[in-house]
């Protein structure tokens, strides 16, 4: 059996095909698909500081106001499915097409919510539109950018659409305090509209020639109409090495919302902090942690596999990415087990200061792990890439759906501090996993062979 050290690709004639655009072409394109994630991330995270006066508006509870939430992280897996299987039958274009007019309608159908029932159905709606937003991402920069530019090309994808981890609580809550969360959700809307007219005009198909399933059709109408089965993708998670990354990238993700999600009842209770704004602004240091991370794990993705193909003679093991992840799988664990702890025993501003510097080092952590996975699925499932990087996402955000709908009974039944050293343990235990799979990688992909990347597809 081959050791870790035994190489998946090796440089070939492939590569040339990046060539298709320019450099400022690819610059181009990467600024659209990520504003596209910044307008899908500001979707998600605005919501969470006017979930208070949402509870209020609507004569609901806290508890049952989040289940909004927990319903959008069902339509985002749901969505990713949907759109990034069908993104390799018809292309990221036409799919970022598709999207966006749900995005509108369900923005404006939760901006005129009277119910609970009206306000989880339009939720569902305004996330399924902008659900494949990530995943086609990840898929565009794979098709334009070779393996050792991935990395930091998805640094700066991260980065981006981070900074609606950054700005958009502030602004969710500033708007839902002076303004009306209501309004709000109306101008995303309005800022779902003209990303739609921006990408109908300047937004070229990315995809490899000859590669999509319309492509391979011996005849066709000039509409044609095609079902695709959108759970086929969970069938990579057969993969032993797809469901690790999966499992890892959850058990990181999870510690970012055990810390976010209930920031209004764990630092905004314990400091008597009522205004959603301020609330709001606890997000701005997760967000710039989370910003710095991306970009420093994209470079550092990319150096740690040049070097290693040095180390091999120009050979590369798709693994060598996953070693890039090990600074943040120390940092994650330890902020969100100190916040716990900070939260629970330490009042004052001490207690909020160091408050702000877990939220910040967790932002920085979770992004150091989740950029290498991320590249690796995109390396290792290239002509899938879309659809590797939606089942993990999906499978991810059905499990986080879960997960987060507990975190506030769990603080209530718990306390904080519990509550974040489970958090922590969970984060431990995806560290371990991914060590298992740098060691093992190479007999794990052997085990089940999905389609793995060669020199010639790569």
Known sequence: MASEESPLLVPAAHEAIYNRFAPHQKRWILFHVSFVGLLAMFVQVTFVPSMPRIAKDLDLTDAVVSLAFSISIFANAIGALIWSAYSSFYGCR??????????CVG????????????????????????AGALSLGFGVIGHIYELEERGTAIGT?????????????FLGGAATQYWSWRNLHYSIAAWGSLEMLFIYLSFPETSHPGTLGIDKLSSRG???IAWINP?????????PNVSAVMLVSTLITNTNYVLLVPLA??????YGITNEAIIGAFFL???????????????????????WREKRGGAWCPEDRLRAAWIGGLIVPLSVGASGLITTYIGGPIGIGLNILCLYANGVGVDLVLNPITAYNVDV????????????????SLITSAATALIIPSIERMGVAWTDIVAAVLAVIGQCIVSFTIRYGDRMRASVDVGFSTMENN
């Open 107 to 130: 923005s404006c159908g939760v901006a005129l919510s009277a119910s609970l029932q009206s306000l989880l159905f339009w939720r569902f709606v305004q996330m399924f539109g902008c």
């Open 265 to 270: 009842y764990t630092i905004g209770v314990r």
């Open 231 to 239: 759970l086929s993708s969970l069938w990579l998670l057969r993969s």
């Open 157 to 169: 994808f991260f980065s981006i659409t981070l900074i609606g981890d950054s700005v958009a609580p």
């Open 381 to 396: 499932m290239h002509s899938r890439s879309a659809e590797a990087t939606a089942a993990c996402m999906a499978s991810r």
């Open 285 to 307: 240091p997760n967000g710039l942690g989370s910003f710095v991370g991306a970009l420093i794990a994209g470079r550092l993705s990319d150096t740690v596999v040049r070097r």
């Open 94 to 103: 036409a799919v970022y097409l598709w999207g966006m007019p749900f995005l």
């Open 222 to 224: 000039s509409i044609h």
